[in-house]
C-alpha cells in the first residue's frame, strides 16, 4: 500500500487563514482542536490564523496550538515543540544574534586589514551581517565546508582571496563557539528539527498535526513538513500553489518564478505536484477565482506568454497611476477612507515601501484614524532612537553648533512638560542666537567661549547672564558625553556610558513607551556583548549605531483602527481584506533588487548548490500573487520618486500586457485625492508699496546705503525701519567679509601707528588681528600668507604715491553731513593728501562696481565720501577731491589691483566732478522721495542692479509677482 500523503493547497483566490480554520474546524472538530498542533511560517501567520479562527466560530472556542516553525530569513526563532523541548538538555544554548554579531565583526577587519582596506565600523558591520548570512545559508543547506575549496577553481583573484577567507571562518566558526558552550541558533535549529522528524516518523503523535502557509523552505523544515504529510492524522497545507500551469518542469529553474519556491519545497519532501489535492473550505474573503488564474497567467514563464489566452476584464482589480508619491499616498489613504462607509469592511495597503507606508499614515489622521503599521518603525527614526543619535553626533562632531542644538532641542531633552519645558527652549533658542555665525572652537570649551563672548548685537545682557548661568548648569552633563566620545572604546563601554548621559539629559523619559523600551533593551544587549568586539572610533558611531538602531523595529502598541492595516510583505502573508491596496510597484522597491551576496559569487552558489539570490524575488511575486487575488484590489506605483522617474514593476507590466485594452483604471480616487487639498485659487501678492508718514521715516544714512534705497527700496525699508536683521548661519565658515575686516583692522592699525612700511610691525598686526580666530586653523594657514601679499602691495603703493608728491595718509576717517534735516554719514577707508587735493579710495576684497553703475549713480559711496571731504564735513577742512580709488586686495597670484579716476573708468570717472555731482543727486533723490518725502518703499524698483540683495526676497513675497504684467 503506498505511503499515505496528505499535501493539501489552498488555491490564490480564496483567504488562507480563513480557509485554513474552516477547513480544520471541519476535518478536525471543535471537541479535538484543542489537541491539534499548528505550526505556521512566523509569529504574524499565528496571529492571523488566530483571528480567523475567531471569525470562523462564531463563539467561544478552544484553539489548536500554534507555534511559527522558524523562517530563519524572517528571524522567527523555532516553535517550543514538546519533542524540542525534550531535547533541550542535549544540545548547547544557541549563541545570541548581537553576541554573534559582535564575535564576527573583528574577524572581518582583520580581513578588511590585510589588504590594506580599512574601512569604516558600519561596512564592517555590514559584512559581518553578511557574513553570518551566508553562515546561516550554509548550515541550512547543509554545505560542507570542505566543498568551498573544491569550487575555487577559475576564479579571480579576489574572489578566491574572499572564499578562501570564508572557508576559514567556516570551519574556525564552530569550534570557536563550542569553547563558549554554544552553538549558532541555526545549527541547533537544524539539529533539533532533524531530531523531532526522527521521533515523529518512529513514533508517530496521536494528535492531528497541520502545517500550514509555508511557500518555501530549507531541508530540514520540508524533512519535517514530509514526515507531517505521512502521518495518520497529519497535513501539510501550501498557499497558492498552481495545480493547472504546463510549464511546471520549468519553473525550477527560475527562482523568480512565483512558484519557484513551492515547486523546490515539493522537490525536497520529494511530492508530485499530482499528488496535492484541494482545502476544501472557502470564506467571505475569497476572491473571484478567474483572476487569480489570470495574474498567475500573467506572470508565468516568458516563453509562455505566446500562448496566453485572449485579453479579457480582471474584474475587481484597478490601477492607480500618480506622479509622485505624496500623491499616491493620497490615493491610497482616500481609498481606506472610503471603505469604512461600508459596514464591516476592511482595507489593507500591502507595500514595502516604509517611506510610503509612513505617508499613508499621516495622511489618514486628517480624519482623526490611527492606522496599524504591523512592519513597525525603526528604532532609529522612533524618538528614543532619535535622542541617542543625536547624543553620538554631538560628541562626533565635538560639539559643532548643528549638532549640539539638534540635541538640545530633541523633544525628549530636558523637561518634559510644563513652565520647565518653556523655559528650557528659551535658554535654547538664547544659546541659538550666541552659536550663529563663524563656528567656535571645537569642543565644549569653545562653546563656553562663546556663550561668554556672545556676537556683538545678538542678545541684551539680561539675557547673556541668564544663558551663562544655564550653560554652567548643563555643562556638565555634557562633559560626560565629551569625555565618552574622546577616544576609541569598545561598543559595550560606548554604550554603557550613553545610556547613563540619555537618561540624565532626559530626565529619564528617553526610556518611556513602546520606542523607549525597545531602545533600552537594545542598549542592554550592546553593554552585555559590546565588550568582545572591536575598539569603535568616536566617528563611526553615529553611522555605526543608526545601522543597529534601524535593524531594531518598534511595534505599534495595540488599540488601532480595526478595520484598516498596512502591512509590510512578512506581515501580509496569509493576511486578506476585503480591498487589498498593492503599494509602491516600483522596480526595486516590489519587487526589490535582487540582494548581492559579498561573500559568494552566484558561480560558486550555483556549483554548491544553494539557492540563488532571486529566490526573494520569486517569493515577493508569490506574495504579490496571493495579495492580488482578494474580492477588490488596487494597485498603485508613482512615476517619480524623489529624485528621479521610476521604473513600473514587473508586476505591474505584467498585468497591463495580459489585459491589454481592457486595463480597468481608478480615475475618481486620484481627482477626489487632488480636490481634497485644493483651494480656492488665491490671488497673487503684489509688489510691496510700504508708505508710512514721513514723520516715521529714518532721518539719518550712511553713504554705502543710499544705494540700497535707491535700488531696491523694500529692502531699507525692512532693515532701517523694520528693523529686520536676517540670522548669520550657525556654523558658518570664514568667508570674504570676516577677511576683509581683518585687512581693514590691520591696515587701519599700521598706518594710525606710521608703521605700514616696517615688516616686523605688519607681522605683529596681523597675528594680533587674526587671534581672534586663533580656533581657525586655516585662518594661519592660508589667510595669512594672503593678507601678508595685500600688505606688500598696498605698502609698494603708498611708497609709489609719495614718490609721486602724496603725503598724509589717513584712514577710516568718518563724517557726517546734515541736508533736508536728513544726516549723511560716511567713513572713508583712505584719505590721502596729494599736491592738488585729496584722494578717496576704498578697499575692495570683493567685486569692485562696473562702469555702469557707477554712471548711473548707484555705487555713489565713493562720490558721497568726496562731497563730505569738499563740504570740510570729513573730519577736516574743505578740500578739493582729485582723484577716487577702488583698491581691490586679494593676496592671491594678484596681490592687488588698483581702479582709479586718473587712469581708469574714462566713461564714468572723465569728468571727476561731474561724477561727485551724479552721486549728490543719487542722494538728494533718495532725500526728496524717500526720507523727507512720501514715495512708497517699493521693492526691486532697479532690478537689474538688485541681484546682490536678496536678504529680504521672501518677506517681500518675490516668487508672487515678479514677471507679472
Not at 411 to 426: H, Q, V
Request: one cysteine or more; hydrophobic letters at 50%; a neutral charge.
Amino acid at each position: 500500500m503506498a505511503e499515505r500523503k496528505a499535501v493539501f493547497t489552498i488555491p490564490a483566490h480564496r483567504a488562507f487563514a480563513d480557509a485554513l480554520a474552516a477547513g480544520m474546524l471541519g476535518r478536525i472538530g471543535r471537541d479535538d482542536l484543542p489537541r491539534a498542533l499548528l505550526l505556521l511560517p512566523n509569529r504574524r501567520a499565528v496571529r492571523a490564523v488566530t483571528e480567523a479562527f475567531v471569525r470562523a466560530s462564531g463563539g467561544a472556542l478552544l484553539l489548536p496550538r500554534m507555534l511559527p516553525i522558524g523562517d530563519v530569513g524572517e528571524n522567527e526563532a523555532l516553535g517550543l515543540f514538546d519533542e524540542a523541548m525534550a531535547l533541550e538538555a542535549e544540545v548547547q544554548p544557541a549563541i545570541a544574534a548581537f553576541e554573534r554579531r559582535m564575535l564576527l565583526m573583528p574577524l572581518v577587519h582583520r580581513w578588511q586589514s590585510l589588504g590594506g582596506r580599512a574601512r569604516s565600523s558600519v561596512e564592517t558591520l555590514r559584512l559581518a551581517d553578511a557574513l553570518a548570512r551566508t553562515l546561516d545559508q550554509l548550515q541550512l543547506e547543509g554545505i560542507d565546508p570542505a566543498r568551498l575549496h573544491e569550487t575555487m577553481a577559475e576564479l579571480g583573484a579576489h574572489w578566491e582571496a574572499t572564499l578562501k577567507f570564508v572557508e576559514v571562518v567556516v570551519k574556525a566558526w564552530p569550534p570557536q563557539l563550542a569553547a563558549r558552550g554554544l552553538m549558532d541558533r541555526v545549527a541547533r535549529r537544524q539539529l533539533l528539527l532533524a531530531a523531532i522528524a526522527r521521533r515523529w516518523r518512529g513514533a508517530p503523535p496521536a494528535r492531528p498535526i497541520v502545517a500550514a502557509g509555508m511557500a518555501s523552505a530549507d531541508p530540514a523544515v520540508a524533512e519535517v513538513l514530509a514526515v507531517i504529510a505521512g502521518l495518520p492524522q497529519g497535513a501539510v497545507v501550501l498557499p497558492g500553489l498552481d495545480l493547472d500551469t504546463a510549464d511546471w518542469g520549468e519553473i525550477g529553474g527560475f527562482p523568480a518564478h512565483p512558484q519557484c519556491g513551492l515547486w523546490h519545497l515539493l522537490e525536497r519532501m520529494s511530492i508530485a505536484r499530482e499528488e496535492v489535492r484541494l482545502w476544501d473550505a472557502d470564506s467571505a474573503l475569497d476572491g473571484p477565482e478567474p483572476r487569480a488564474k489570470a495574474i498567475g497567467a500573467a506572470l508565468s514563464l516568458a516563453g509562455s506568454t505566446a500562448h496566453w489566452p485572449p485579453a479579457g476584464p480582471l474584474p475587481g482589480l484597478r490601477f492607480a497611476e500618480a506622479a509622485n508619491p505624496a500623491e499616491e499616498a493620497g490615493v491610497i489613504a482616500l481609498a481606506m477612507r472610503r471603505q469604512l462607509d461600508t459596514p464591516g469592511a476592511t482595507a489593507a495597503l500591502v507595500t514595502p515601501d516604509r517611506g510610503l507606508a509612513r505617508r499613508v499614515a499621516a495622511q489618514l489622521r486628517r480624519w482623526e484614524i490611527e492606522v496599524d503599521d504591523s512592519a513597525g518603525t525603526p528604532l532609529a527614526r522612533a524618538p528614543a532612537g532619535t535622542l541617542l543619535l543625536a547624543a553620538l553626533e554631538a560628541g562626533a562632531q565635538r560639539f559643532a553648533p548643528g549638532a549640539l542644538l539638534a540635541l538640545l532641542k530633541h523633544p525628549l531633552a530636558g523637561p518634559g512638560e510644563g513652565r520647565a519645558r518653556l523655559n528650557w527652549l528659551d535658554e535654547v533658542r538664547r544659546l541659538d542666537l550666541a552659536l550663529r555665525g563663524v563656528r567656535p572652537a571645537a569642543g565644549l570649551k569653545g562653546i563656553a567661549a562663546r556663550v561668554k563672548s556672545p556676537p556683538q548685537g545678538t542678545l541684551p545682557e539680561s539675557e547673556r547672564t541668564q544663558l551663562a548661568a544655564w550653560w554652567k548648569a548643563l555643562r556638565p552633563r555634557l562633559d560626560a558625553l565629551e569625555a565618552l566620545m574622546a577616544k576609541p572604546r569598545a561598543l559595550g563601554d560606548f554604550a554603557d556610558g550613553l545610556r547613563a548621559f540619555s537618561e540624565d539629559i532626559s530626565e529619564g523619559r528617553a526610556w518611556e513607551g513602546a520606542a523607549g523600551r525597545a531602545a533600552s533593551e537594545t542598549v542592554a544587549e550592546m553593554v552585555q556583548h559590546g565588550g568582545i568586539g572591536l575598539p569603535i572610533p568616536p566617528m563611526d558611531l553615529p553611522a555605526l549605531f543608526g545601522a543597529m538602531l534601524d535593524d531594531v523595529a518598534v511595534r505599534p502598541p495595540f488599540g488601532k483602527h480595526p478595520r484598516l492595516a498596512i502591512y509590510g510583505l512578512l506581515e501580509a502573508r496569509l493576511q486578506r481584506a476585503d480591498l487589498m491596496i498593492l503599494g509602491g510597484l516600483n522596480e526595486g522597491v516590489w519587487p526589490g533588487g535582487d540582494p548581492f551576496d559579498p561573500w559568494i559569487p552566484p558561480a560558486i552558489r550555483r556549483r554548491l548548490g544553494l539557492p540563488e539570490t532571486e529566490r526573494a524575488i520569486g517569493l515577493a511575486a508569490h506574495d504579490f500573487v496571493l495579495a492580488a487575488a482578494a474580492p477588490q484590489v488596487l494597485l498603485t506605483r508613482a512615476r517619480r520618486d524623489a529624485s528621479a522617474p521610476t521604473v513600473a514593476s514587473r508586476f505591474w507590466l505584467r498585468l497591463l500586457a495580459f489585459a491589454g485594452d481592457h486595463v480597468a483604471w481608478e480615475t475618481d480616487l486620484p481627482a477626489l485625492a487632488a480636490a481634497l487639498d485644493a483651494r480656492e485659487t488665491v490671488p497673487p501678492a503684489e509688489r510691496p508699496r510700504p508708505s508710512p508718514p514721513a514723520a516715521d521715516r529714518p532721518k539719518q544714512i550712511s553713504v554705502t546705503q543710499v544705494d540700497r534705497l535707491l535700488i531696491d527700496p523694500y529692502s531699507f525699508y525692512a532693515e532701517k525701519m523694520l528693523r529686520l536683521r536676517p540670522l548669520d548661519p550657525l556654523d558658518a565658515d570664514l568667508s570674504a567679509a570676516e577677511r576683509g575686516t581683518i585687512v581693514h583692522a590691520v591696515i587701519e592699525a599700521l598706518l594710525g601707528a606710521g608703521t605700514l612700511h616696517d615688516t616686523a610691525a605688519r607681522e605683529a598686526a596681523i597675528d594680533a588681528a587674526i587671534a581672534v580666530h586663533a580656533d581657525q586653523p586655516l585662518v594661519a594657514a592660508l589667510w595669512k600668507p594672503r593678507i601678508v601679499r595685500m600688505l606688500d602691495w598696498v605698502s609698494e603703493l603708498m611708497a609709489a604715491r609719495a614718490a609721486g608728491g602724496w603725503g598724509e595718509v589717513r584712514s577710516e576717517v568718518e563724517g557726517d553731513l546734515e541736508v533736508s534735516g536728513v544726516k549723511l554719514k560716511g567713513k572713508a577707508d583712505i584719505v590721502q593728501v596729494g599736491p592738488g587735493g585729496l584722494l578717496i579710495a576704498d578697499f575692495k576684497t570683493g567685486a569692485v562696481p562696473r562702469q555702469a553703475r557707477l554712471s548711473d549713480g548707484l555705487a555713489s559711496q565713493l562720490g558721497l565720501l568726496a562731497w563730505l571731504a569738499e563740504e570740510g564735513a570729513l573730519d577736516g577742512p574743505a578740500s578739493r577731491v582729485v582723484e577716487v580709488a577702488y583698491w581691490k586686495l586679494s593676496g592671491g597670484r594678484e596681490a592687488g589691483r588698483e581702479t582709479t579716476s586718473a587712469r581708469h573708468y574714462k566713461d564714468a570717472w572723465a569728468d571727476l566732478p561731474a561724477f561727485i555731482e551724479t552721486c549728490r543727486a543719487a542722494f538728494r533723490e533718495a532725500v526728496g522721495e524717500y526720507l523727507a518725502g512720501s514715495r512708497p518703499f517699493e521693492a526691486k524698483v532697479k532690478p537689474e542692479y538688485a541681484v546682490h540683495l536678496q536678504d529680504y526676497d521672501h518677506l517681500a513675497r518675490l516668487a508672487e509677482w515678479w514677471g507679472r504684467k
